[in-house]
């Protein structure tokens, strides 16, 4: 089967053993993507079971209907949403599930529509002007204002220790953080702090700052908090970034929540997209030509690979040519498809150093962002999604991972 033109869908009643099988089967001209649907149940199983609170998936990082379906069958009762768009989605995948509108700036309209035809009771804001927005356009047509809003008042917290920061578009400071929290508490019925250290924040100690702030910002509000919400961050594993297990972000998070000057019965939430998702998918890719130690294949810049081209993101590679192994292997760069110079990632993508035009290889851990960020920009978006039962290149979750702390060349005191 040669597929020589974009195509959409998905080959979901086959499940292929690995890449080379579905290579074998398919010589795509198009790039595939493989969806591993055992990776994120396990992912989600994991944060079910050992968050020591409730886990909200963020959509955002990946969206497809069927990743959302794993991921409620595996534990997931919370997601969220991060515009009314996704708020529909979510509430059509699943109906049962609990939507949570995220994101701190929000037409009025979406949050009208996900009030009274969705059901969403949880909000987040960071200003005044968004906390009176939300009372607003949840007054019912008696003109009675909402009296069961949830309301998450967001902290500015430091991204000093994630891969990608997001401390500079939403969050109030701390100087000013008080006086909201008490003009929220005054029209919720239940309310929350919630922050976001960055995303891929490699150490835990980016969440104790964060819980230093919810302190302070406590402590000078005086109110009665209901839930505080760590947000993301939570890595996953990439070329030149091995982060601690997991486990310890959850024994940090929980020691310092349990320290904070909250209700006795106040719930810890947490927003993980890429760990939720990143083991998902990744991409099969065809080089087109070889210039150098440059190669041009068919996704890049405006399709999957978006981060690798706009943030210098590094992603696992691995050759799908069978008789290679062994092969010495050097570093190349890549050009994507479209006719845009800055369609180009410069990698390094660590190849067999024989790669040619013709050739397949499979870049891994694009289940978040990557997936769902490509576009149709001249005309290059579509790709083939197909099934593998093979384990994703990288995994925080199979249990065979060394600490990445531990070293071999430890002298013991005694």
């Known amino acids: 089967m040669v597929l020589s033109k974009p195509f959409w869908g998905s080959l979901a009643l086959h499940i292929y053993p690995d890449a080379r099988s579905v290579i074998r089967d398919l010589s795509p001209d198009e790039p595939l993507i493989l969806n591993r649907p055992h990776a994120a149940a396990r992912a989600a199983r994991f944060f079910a079971k050992k968050f020591p609170g409730k886990s909200l998936y963020a959509v955002k990082a990946n969206p497809s209907p069927e990743l959302l379906q794993i991921l409620w069958d595996s534990g997931i009762t919370h997601y969220d949403v991060a515009s009314i768009a996704e708020v529909r989605l979510v509430r059509s995948v699943l109906?049962?599930?609990?939507?949570?509108?995220?994101?701190?700036?929000?037409?009025?309209?979406?949050?009208?529509?996900?009030?009274?035809?969705?059901?969403v009771k949880t909000f987040s804001l960071d200003t005044h002007e968004e906390l009176a927005k939300i009372v607003a356009a949840t007054i019912d047509e008696d003109g009675k204002e909402a009296a069961d809003l949830r309301l998450c008042v967001r902290l500015r917290v430091s991204s000093e220790y994630a891969e990608l920061s997001l401390?500079?578009?939403?969050?109030?400071?701390?100087?000013?953080?008080?006086?909201?929290?008490?003009a929220t508490r005054q029209v919720a019925d239940w309310l929350g702090v919630c922050f976001h250290v960055g995303s891929q924040a490699m150490t835990p100690f980016a969440y104790v700052q964060a819980l230093e702030r919810v302190r302070a910002a406590v402590a000078e509000a005086g109110v009665v908090i209901d839930m505080v919400d760590v947000g993301g961050g939570f890595p996953s594993v990439y070329p030149g970034m091995e982060p601690p297990p997991l486990e310890d972000y959850f024994d940090v998070i929980d020691r310092h929540f349990e320290a904070l000057p909250i209700a006795y019965n106040a719930e810890l939430w947490c927003e993980p997209g890429r760990a939720l998702?990143?083991?998902?998918?990744?991409?099969?890719?065809?080089?087109?030509?070889?210039?150098?130690?440059?190669?041009?294949?068919?996704?890049?810049?405006?399709g999957a690979l978006f981060d690798a081209a706009h943030v210098g993101w590094r992603f696992p590679v691995a050759s799908l040519l069978c008789d290679n192994d062994g092969e010495?292997?050097?570093?190349?760069?890549?050009?994507?498809?479209?006719?845009?110079?800055?369609?180009?990632?410069?990698?390094?993508?660590?190849?067999?150093?024989s790669i040619r035009a013709g050739d397949y290889f499979e870049i891994g851990m694009l289940g978040a962002y990557g997936t769902a960020m490509k576009t149709a920009f001249n005309g290059f978006g579509p790709a083939l999604?197909?099934?593998?039962?093979?384990?994703?290149?990288?995994?925080?979750?199979?249990?065979?991972?060394?600490?990445?702390?531990?070293?071999?060349?430890?002298?013991?005191?005694?």
Do not use: W
Not at 97 to 118: D, N, Q
Not at 171 to 181: F, H, M, S, T
Not at 277 to 296: H, I, T
């Open 385 to 414: 999604a197909v099934t593998v039962a093979d384990e994703p290149m990288e995994s925080l979750y199979r249990g065979d991972r060394s600490d990445p702390r531990v070293s071999d060349n430890v002298v013991s005191l005694r």
């Open 277 to 302: 998702c990143a083991e998902y998918s990744s991409l099969v890719v065809k080089v087109e030509k070889r210039r150098g130690n440059e190669l041009y294949i068919n996704d890049g810049a405006y």
């Open 328 to 353: 010495a292997v050097e570093d190349f760069a890549c050009y994507g498809p479209t006719c845009d110079d800055a369609d180009y990632m410069a990698g390094p993508f660590v190849l067999p150093s």
């Open 95 to 119: 109906p049962d599930a609990t939507l949570c509108f995220m994101h701190p700036v929000k037409t009025a309209s979406a949050i009208r529509e996900a009030y009274f035809t969705h059901g």
């Open 167 to 182: 401390a500079s578009k939403f969050g109030v400071d701390l100087a000013d953080a008080a006086a909201l929290l008490q």
